[in-house]
């Protein structure tokens, strides 16, 4: 009895699925969809959108404050640094090995270190603390477009 009631269910749901023509279909691979990590080489120039941020604990683990010339890379760079397995962040390679970058905006370079993830990044946006914004541009202007960086 209980095994025909299982049946009918399943049956129904696989027959309401078709009813939804535009729906995906689920993946049939799972190790091969965006479950999988990948690393991302950061070597070289990049040019993405800088923004800034309260500082405090970083996903590096450490205590910075608003004056410091500190950085957030994005999510996905961080995520995906080589050498990075996942887990603890404090364990990322960026934060183990210190890494520090130039930053260039309209004719102006400043020099950063890396703290933290940036969850609301594009890959190569970086997201400053508010003194290190305010090298370029007063913190009302947000965010600013076209900026070069690189790591050191």
Not at 32 to 49: F, K, Y
Not at 66 to 95: F, K, R, T
Not at 101 to 108: C, L, S, V
Request: net charge negative; proline share 6%.
């Amino acid at each position: 009895m209980m095994f025909n009631k299982i049946v009918a269910v399943v049956t129904a749901v696989i027959g309401a699925s078709s009813l939804f023509p535009g729906v995906a279909a689920l993946p049939t691979n799972v190790t091969e969809s965006a479950v999988g990590a990948r690393s991302i080489n950061p070597a070289g120039n990049h040019v993405g959108q800088l923004t800034y941020f309260q500082i405090g604990l970083g996903a590096c683990g450490w205590n910075n404050r608003n004056d410091e010339w500190v950085a957030a890379i994005s999510h996905e760079l961080y995520d995906n640094w080589p050498g990075y397995a996942g887990g603890n962040p404090n364990n990322n390679p960026v934060c183990t090995t210190p890494h520090t970058a130039d930053i260039t905006y309209n004719g102006k370079t400043i020099r950063v270190g890396i703290v933290d993830r940036c969850e609301g990044c594009a890959l190569w946006d970086v997201d400053l603390s508010p003194s290190a914004f305010q090298q370029f541009a007063p913190l009302t202007s947000g965010r600013l477009s076209g900026a070069t960086w690189h790591f050191n």
